[in-house]
């Protein structure tokens, strides 16, 4: 990838679902090593995009690249180069959490000689060397988070896909976990775009953001170039004023029911 390209790029990105236009020509360029993110409520287009990025999902319309790779024309060469911690659960309870990276360094094709000092690594960087032989089931919601973004750092990604990862967290573990992203973003260089609707996890981590709204981005900057703008106080204020709605609107029952489903597993 040259030194001057974005690691994440959309151009005119477009998805349907037959006449609903879930997300309606999105831009924006994230920069390598940075931290970006999709703001906005249920049913903004914030997962769609994401899904879009990391191949699960074919663009209806526009394309997009992944650490310079094209998402429509090499998705194998997109995949080997991204983590991904979707919003659902994907550490199985019943496993330990060794176990749980070992799956997965096996998925990543990372070399037997390696595996054991990889997941070593990660437990250490995550947190989690004392409750590595524990069962998953016995984790606190912060400390499953944690542990799905050790399985999607093993094989070392240069882009890392995060939606919503703190939801149902309560304060004190979301504050963990913005700790260990900024901790994995240190020792890796990580490009980091995640989604999310806590507007202070998007100030604390995040250079520049895109607030989405109906699929939209009703508006791009850092989130204090945003405030000014906006002439809000903070960054709740700045996302009413670009969309005209507060964060707890927008969402179908369906999106709802999802985040409280993950919220419960989380708890």
């Not at 994440?8 to 940075?34: K, N, Y």
């Not at 526009?62 to 090499?74: A, C, F, H, K, P």
């Not at 990889?118 to 004392?130: H, K, N, P, Q, W």
Request: proline residues 5%; glycine residues 10%; charged residues 20%.
């Amino acid at each position: 990838m040259p030194a001057d390209a974005a690691a994440v790029e959309t151009i005119d990105l477009v998805r349907r679902f037959d006449e609903l236009v879930a997300v309606d020509a999105v831009s924006f360029a994230v920069a390598p090593g940075s931290v970006f993110g999709l703001l906005g409520p249920n049913g903004a287009g914030k997962t769609t995009t994401i899904k879009m990025l990391t191949t699960l999902l074919a663009p209806s319309a526009g394309t997009g690249s992944v650490n310079g790779y094209d998402i429509l024309r090499e998705p194998v060469e997109v995949r080997r180069r991204i983590g991904y911690v979707p919003q659902a659960l994907s550490a199985d309870g019943l496993l330990t959490g060794r176990e749980n990276l070992s799956v997965f360094a096996k998925l990543y094709s990372i070399p037997r000689s390696e595996r054991r000092g990889r997941i070593d690594d990660a437990f250490e960087l995550m947190g989690l060397v004392d409750a590595a032989d524990s069962l998953v089931k016995t984790y606190s919601g912060g400390m499953v988070r944690r542990l799905e973004i050790a399985q999607s750092m093993l094989h070392s990604p240069p882009v890392l896909f995060l939606d919503e990862p703190t939801v149902g967290l309560d304060p004190v573990a979301r504050r963990v976990v913005w700790d260990h992203l900024r901790a994995v973003r240190q020792a890796f260089g990580t490009t980091i775009l995640l989604t999310t609707h806590y507007m202070e996890e998007a100030a604390e981590l995040c250079e520049r953001v895109a607030i989405m709204h109906q699929g939209r981005i009703a508006a791009i900057g850092s989130p204090a170039e945003l405030v000014t703008a906006s002439g809000a106080p903070d960054l709740d204020g700045a996302f009413a004023h670009y969309t005209g709605a507060g964060l707890t609107e927008g969402g179908s029952y369906r999106d709802a029911l999802r985040t409280r489903r993950t919220a419960r597993r989380l708890a």
